[in-house]
């Protein structure tokens, strides 16, 4: 109950497709999604292996409240060692395709090996198979979506592709699905393509039961009826998560020209306001409307019309003009971060990161590094193919963007992520990441606590694996940062595993009550936050064996050496020296962060 | 003497009206504390409110001992999450 009790175990390499029965006992401790993929992922592959290899694995999951009525419950993640990062990578998605796969009734699917041409999986209930994709290699995922529920003639299969960036092997590449939603980080989507995998088409029909239906439906429909009334999800429904820009620039932890500064002077021309007004040109302001996921509430999507006049689209008639808006972390990466205040080609630098499969994040923040080199005189126009990158263009942000989407010119450069690129540059400092992965849109030296979730992230860079935020925009000093972001880290663990997105505000205790209306089995509160911090050590030990260590726990140096230099950090840096060692130690982990064996063997760990 | 006020992600209200920059010129007594500020603006009492002084952080324990000077920014803000 909750869970359908099936595995589908796809090898790639001989074309096979298995059904098998889940591990009960492993979906009771690690519950389902981040937690429950991880655990396979640890117990059928080697994290040292190449996350390009076939040896990688790549498992897509559903949680036991996917496919339920429980608001945001739709969610679903992919698992497997990460391009970007080479650690444990797990990207979570909003959308209709992870209710759509529990509804055809599998938990999991589990894809091995490689295939030796391009495939795509079609999962209708129970009849599963391997099909050529040959047709739509090097189409984007705009295209094949459409062309897939055309080609099976059913608009209700949900899709979840790769652009031409999975297959070009951008290191940041995503998993789309429903056109505009991603399992956007860590490069998932340049392990899917090195697999040779296209896409997963699902269409489901047999549902999802509940352990105790009618308590699942009362604690589900309170909880709901808390959240429809709460302000922060009217704000989120009418203005997304963009307000974010205003309050991150106020305080001063907006990173802006790759984090050399800590606010915008371009605010005005990339935040809510920006979106919400009435150009001139068509009389049509850049936000069209709103758009929720699958039994969501909330309804935080943006749906963005670009001007039909701008430069980007001017001479592209048949371009699709509507698509998934700027929400705060790419409306930070393609607006400040590259110092860019138009926000129309901001918009169309999101759209083509949706048409392609990439991560908008990665892309902003890798393209102001290389920014910052081509400013410092180490690249030229003759490594750029004549392209002048300097922080502010829009013409570079537009160029850079369909270069890099699709493989082309100076875009493979871009496409090794920003550590890769400033290391072949011989300025490693200029990389604005954390394990690899691009910071997103909070600088750590005014918000500490961000500072070491970053650095402790076991995916790298990320600012949903902890939640320090309140505390953070209080007070930028150090103590007792280190209680909160492990603590957060535990509970979000849970979100995570469970099948729910984080922007409700659940507390431990309705997801208690949710996740045992859904499921036989101990999940009160004190059980989940055991199960979280379950979860957090199971990725720690994956990145250990796949050897990272202490050394990677950090952040970029610029935020450890060069002070803010305005806003509520103005003259600090980050001061990870005096939180790490209380992290460590509230995790039960040595002086050089490997979880101790008393720890271990608390959490049900140790073999 | 007078302050600056500023609302970030916050209706401010209606009985104050906000010049086109976005700030508010606001005349207070001398030696009023950010404490003061904020219970005068009464402001809706089912949100979390946050300020910053100039550039500086004031956490809501201490704002009744952060005595505001002549030409002081204050900004109130709403703590949002991340997305």
Redesign the interface.
């Known amino acids: 109950m909750g869970w359908q009790g099936k595995v589908l175990r796809v090898n790639l390499t001989d074309r096979t497709c298995t059904g098998e029965d889940l591990k009960m006992d492993w979906a009771r401790q690690f519950l389902g999604q981040r937690g429950l993929g991880t655990k396979y992922m640890m117990a059928e592959s080697d994290p040292a292996a190449d996350p390009l290899s076939p040896e990688n694995k790549l498992i897509f999951a559903t949680g036991p409240l996917t496919g339920t009525s429980a608001t945001t419950g739709g969610r679903y993640s992919v698992i497997t060692k990460g391009a970007l990062t080479g650690a444990i990578a797990c990207s979570n998605s909003g959308g209709y395709f992870g209710a759509e796969l529990k509804y055809a009734g599998w938990d999991l699917i589990i894809f091995e090996g490689r295939s030796e041409t391009p495939v795509y999986l079609l999962v209708l209930d129970d009849h599963v198979e391997l099909l050529d994709a040959s047709e739509y290699w090097g189409k984007s995922v705009w295209e094949v979506e459409p062309a897939l529920k055309a080609k099976h003639q059913d608009s209700l299969i949900r899709v979840a592709s790769i652009g031409h960036a999975g297959e070009a092997g951008v290191r940041y590449a995503c998993i789309v699905n429903d056109l505009d939603r991603a399992a956007g980080r860590s490069g998932v989507g340049a392990v899917m393509g090195a697999k040779n995998l296209k896409a997963v088409a699902v269409r489901g029909t047999v549902g999802v039961k509940v352990y105790d239906p009618t308590a699942f439906l009362s604690e589900a429909t309170t909880i709901n009826q808390r959240i429809v009334g709460s302000k922060s999800r009217k704000r989120l429904e009418q203005s997304g998560t963009m307000p974010m820009m205003d309050v991150t620039n106020a305080y001063g932890s907006l990173p802006t020209r790759n984090n050399r500064e800590v606010q915008f002077d371009g605010i005005d021309t990339v935040n809510v306001h920006a979106m919400k007004a009435i150009r001139r040109t068509d009389s049509k302001p850049n936000l069209k409307t709103n758009k929720a996921c699958f039994a969501c509430s909330v309804g935080c999507g943006r749906v963005a019309e670009l001007d039909p006049t701008h430069f980007s689209i001017a001479d592209k008639k048949d371009y699709p003009r509507i698509s998934g808006g700027l929400e705060y972390e790419s409306g930070y990466s393609l607006g400040a971060m590259v110092g860019v205040t138009d926000i129309e080609a901001a918009t169309y630098a999101n759209f083509v990161c949706n048409e392609h499969g990439m991560d908008p994040i990665s892309f902003g923040a890798t393209l102001s590094a290389a920014m910052e080199l081509f400013e410092t005189g180490v690249i030229s126009e003759e490594q750029t193919g004549g392209i002048k990158l300097n922080f502010g263009s829009a013409e570079a942000l537009v160029k850079m963007v369909e270069l890099t989407g699709t493989g082309e010119g100076f875009g493979v450069e871009l496409g090794l992520g920003s550590r890769l690129l400033c290391e072949k540059y011989g300025h490693p400092e200029f990389s604005m990441t954390v394990k690899g992965q691009e910071i997103p849109g909070y600088d750590g030296r005014a918000m500490q606590g961000m500072a070491l979730a970053y650095a402790t992230s076991n995916r790298g860079a990320c600012h949903l694996r902890a939640d320090p935020y309140s505390d953070d925009f209080e007070r930028v000093e150090t103590s007792g940062k280190a209680k909160i972001v492990a603590e957060s880290q535990n509970e979000n663990s849970i979100i995570d595993s469970a099948g729910l997105c984080a922007f409700p505000g659940y507390s431990l205790e309705d997801l208690s009550s949710l996740v045992s209306g859904a499921c036989d089995g101990d999940f009160s509160v004190e059980s989940l936050t055991v199960m979280g911090e379950r979860i957090w050590n199971l990725e720690r030990q994956f990145n250990l064996a796949a050897g990272l260590s202490m050394k990677d726990d950090t952040v970029p140096v610029r935020m450890l050496t060069e002070p803010a230099k305005s806003g509520a950090g103005k003259g600090r840096v980050v001061e990870l020296d005096k939180m790490l060692p209380e992290y460590y130690s509230l995790r039960g982990w040595d002086e050089v962060g490997v979880p101790s064996g008393t720890t271990l063997n608390r959490l049900g760990l140790a073999d | 003497m007078k302050i600056r006020l500023?609302f970030?992600?916050v209706d401010a209200p209606d009985s104050l009206l906000m010049g086109p920059d976005g700030n508010l010129e606001m005349e207070i007594p001398v030696a009023q504390t950010v404490d003061m500020v904020m219970e005068s603006l009464a402001l809706p009492g089912?949100?979390?409110y946050?300020t910053?002084v100039n550039?500086?952080?004031i956490?809501?324990a201490q704002r009744n001992g952060r005595h505001l000077q002549e030409d002081d920014l204050l900004?109130v803000?709403?703590?949002?999450?991340?997305?």
């Not at chain 2, 803000?77 to 997305?83: A, I, R």
């Open positions: 500023r970030i992600v089912d949100a979390a946050l910053l550039e500086e952080s956490p809501v900004t803000f709403t703590p949002l999450k991340g997305g």
